[in-house]
């Protein structure tokens, strides 16, 4: 056993001082203001930021604040080069969207959390072929699925190769010492304007019959299902997406559109447009990969056709006849950087548009609970 005490310990030793932080002393730690402006992404100030400093040493701790102060923030962290991450409010106010694997700036993820409510089976509400093997929230076996929460709205910014010299102190010296240094204070500004990496997508199908529509669901897959932080990139991860508030418009005596409107992270990493084509067309005409959309429309950069699924389920009038469509859209998909719209418009010349077969309305002849009959009893004498 005694033999055994030197390796053990030699052992314990090497363990102890694997990925072992550096002690930062008070005094090593640096003055650096924040400048944040956030007016690319909203019309005023949000309540609070939280702010992330990674060093390019992944050896070296992080450091992260949250703060109230969210123009002029003073922080301090050692002498060295960080990537910063800034977002708007504290990662604990989103109730949609998780903040995972924050320890390091090549790693550090926000995502959309998982639906609470969906059905049992992706087959089972859109029949088959409603699913890729690309969407790997998916077990093939049983069919049982992952649906994600749309993401809520929120500012991100990342700031590369943050450069934190050594000052001549930090806010660690004592008061009386201050004025003999005064002369000497460095002062390090770095600026910051956070934009939404949240991408709303636009969707509008054409329906011939619209007369027999009842009720609407449908699902997206192949978006981001997050972004990257400190690459500010969306992540190569896919994800599913409920589709549930539609709204209708009817254009003719047969036909109309449906539409709805989802927040979401965005195309994949990873996605490479087959084709560009310069838009530019009339305002107000609708989008379609042919011709320009709106003004300012340039440089659309159309994907693969399967890249992007749309499918739909659709009950119509009689309350029990089920039509099932799925859409490959990756080729109608138009970006518009102004806004942040991807925007997929399925018209009239879209092939295997839904043309619903005519059924009679549930309960077409007016009320017709079972009403006992009136009874002919004759006359019957009322006293006044």
Same mark, same amino acid.
């Given at each position: 056993?005694? =033999?055994?005490?030197?390796?053990?310990?030699?052992?314990?030793?090497?363990?102890?001082?694997?990925?072992?932080?550096?002690?930062?002393?008070?005094?090593?730690?640096?003055?650096?203001?924040? &400048?944040?402006?956030?007016?690319?992404?909203?019309?005023?100030?949000?309540?609070?930021?939280?702010?992330?400093?990674?060093?390019?040493?992944?050896?070296?701790?992080?450091?992260?604040?949250?703060?109230?102060?969210?123009?002029?923030? =003073?922080?301090?962290?050692?002498?060295?080069?960080?990537?910063?991450?800034?977002?708007?409010?504290?990662?604990?106010?989103?109730?949609?969207?998780?903040?995972?694997?924050?320890?390091?700036?090549?790693?550090?993820?926000?995502?959309?959390?998982?639906?609470?409510?969906?059905?049992?089976?992706?087959?089972?509400?859109?029949?088959?072929?409603?699913?890729?093997?690309?969407?790997?929230?998916?077990?093939?076996?049983?069919?049982?699925?992952?649906?994600?929460?749309?993401?809520?709205?929120?500012?991100?910014?990342?700031?590369?190769?943050?450069?934190?010299?050594?000052?001549?102190?930090?806010?660690?010296?004592?008061?009386?010492?201050?004025?003999?240094?005064?002369?000497?204070?460095?002062?390090?500004?770095?600026?910051?304007?956070?934009?939404?990496?949240?991408?709303?997508?636009?969707?509008?199908?054409?329906?011939?019959?619209?007369?027999?529509?009842?009720?609407?669901?449908?699902?997206?897959?192949?978006?981001?299902?997050?972004?990257?932080?400190?690459?500010?990139?969306?992540?190569?991860?896919?994800?599913?997406?409920?589709?549930?508030?539609?709204?209708?418009?009817?254009?003719?005596?047969?036909?109309?559109?449906?539409?709805?409107?989802? =927040?979401?992270?965005?195309?994949?990493?990873?996605?490479?447009? &087959?084709?560009?084509?310069?838009?530019?067309?009339?305002?107000?005409?609708?989008?379609? =990969?042919?011709?320009?959309?709106?003004?300012?429309?340039?440089?659309?950069?159309?994907?693969?056709?399967?890249?992007?699924?749309?499918?739909?389920?659709?009950?119509?009038?009689? &309350?029990?006849?089920?039509?099932?469509? &799925?859409?490959?859209?990756?080729?109608?998909?138009?970006?518009?950087?102004?806004?942040?719209?991807?925007?997929?418009?399925?018209?009239?010349?879209?092939?295997?548009?839904?043309?619903?077969?005519?059924?009679?309305?549930?309960?077409?002849?007016?009320?017709?609970?079972?009403?006992?009959?009136?009874?002919?009893?004759?006359?019957?004498?009322?006293?006044?």
């Amino acid at each position: 056993m005694r =033999k055994l005490m030197p390796a053990l310990l030699l052992l314990l030793a090497m363990v102890a001082g694997c990925r072992r932080p550096k002690f930062v002393a008070a005094e090593d730690m640096y003055n650096a203001i924040l &400048h944040t402006d956030w007016s690319a992404y909203q019309s005023k100030d949000p309540d609070g930021m939280t702010a992330w400093f990674f060093p390019a040493d992944e050896t070296e701790k992080s450091y992260r604040y949250t703060s109230a102060n969210v123009r002029n923030f =003073k922080f301090n962290v050692p002498s060295g080069t960080y990537t910063a991450v800034v977002i708007d409010y504290s990662p604990a106010e989103y109730g949609k969207q998780e903040f995972v694997d924050m320890d390091y700036a090549s790693t550090a993820l926000v995502q959309a959390t998982i639906s609470g409510s969906q059905p049992d089976s992706l087959k089972e509400l859109y029949g088959p072929g409603c699913w890729r093997d690309a969407i790997g929230s998916v077990r093939p076996e049983t069919g049982l699925y992952e649906v994600s929460n749309q993401p809520e709205p929120m500012a991100l910014d990342t700031l590369h190769d943050m450069r934190v010299k050594s000052g001549k102190y930090g806010y660690y010296i004592p008061y009386e010492e201050r004025d003999s240094y005064q002369a000497e204070i460095e002062v390090q500004d770095f600026y910051s304007r956070p934009v939404t990496p949240i991408w709303e997508l636009r969707i509008r199908v054409f329906v011939k019959g619209f007369p027999m529509l009842y009720e609407i669901e449908g699902s997206v897959a192949g978006l981001a299902h997050g972004r990257y932080l400190g690459r500010n990139l969306p992540s190569s991860t896919p994800c599913l997406i409920s589709l549930t508030d539609w709204s209708t418009m009817q254009t003719g005596e047969n036909e109309g559109y449906i539409n709805v409107t989802l =927040k979401t992270f965005g195309l994949m990493a990873g996605l490479r447009p &087959h084709q560009i084509v310069d838009t530019k067309a009339d305002e107000g005409t609708i989008p379609t =990969k042919q011709s320009a959309v709106m003004a300012n429309w340039a440089n659309t950069a159309l994907l693969s056709p399967d890249d992007i699924r749309l499918n739909l389920r659709l009950r119509l009038r009689d &309350h029990a006849t089920i039509c099932n469509y &799925h859409f490959d859209v990756g080729e109608q998909i138009i970006s518009y950087d102004n806004q942040l719209v991807l925007y997929v418009t399925l018209d009239r010349n879209f092939p295997g548009i839904p043309d619903l077969p005519y059924v009679e309305p549930y309960n077409s002849a007016g009320f017709d609970a079972d009403v006992t009959p009136w009874e002919d009893v004759g006359d019957v004498d009322i006293t006044m």
